[in-house]
């Protein structure tokens, strides 16, 4: 059975930085793209980056180009998401997600196995 399970979400002030993990279990982690979605209650589910299984192929939604950095641990099964420069607009439930496609701009349908997410609020 395929685990993923998110931590590092918090509180933090405007300007500030988080690093969310995703470790996975019951899946050969690196042969699966893995995403970051995000998701609030007045918006849909929306890619905030994707990592291809190689590492070399990597995709950010234009929102967070220049302050979010995605990257993997394909050893510890483990997928990050260092979020610099935090805005208000950035506070949501953060989820991770995997894809047995190498296509990293696949949509929230197509990714088979997700977390539970972890909550980042971010105050102004």
């Known amino acids: 059975q395929v685990h993923l399970v998110e931590s590092g979400g918090g509180l933090v002030q405007a300007g500030g930085s988080l690093r969310l993990s995703c470790t996975a279990s019951?899946?050969?982690?690196?042969?699966?793209?893995m995403a970051w979605f995000r998701q609030t209650p007045r918006k849909d589910r929306e890619v905030v980056a994707a990592?291809?299984?190689?590492?070399?192929?990597?995709d950010y939604a234009d929102s967070v180009k220049g302050r979010f950095t995605i990257s993997r641990d394909d050893a510890q099964n483990t997928m990050y998401l260092h979020m610099d420069s935090l805005k208000p607009a950035d506070s949501a439930t953060y989820y991770c997600?995997?894809?047995?496609?190498?296509?990293?701009?696949?949509?929230?349908?197509?990714?088979?196995?997700w977390g539970q997410g972890t909550q980042v609020t971010v105050s102004s």
């Open positions: 997600a995997a894809n047995e496609s190498g296509n990293t701009a696949s949509p929230a349908k197509d990714y088979m196995h």
């Open positions: 019951g899946l050969t982690f690196s042969s699966y793209t």
């Open positions: 990592i291809r299984w190689s590492g070399h192929v990597i």
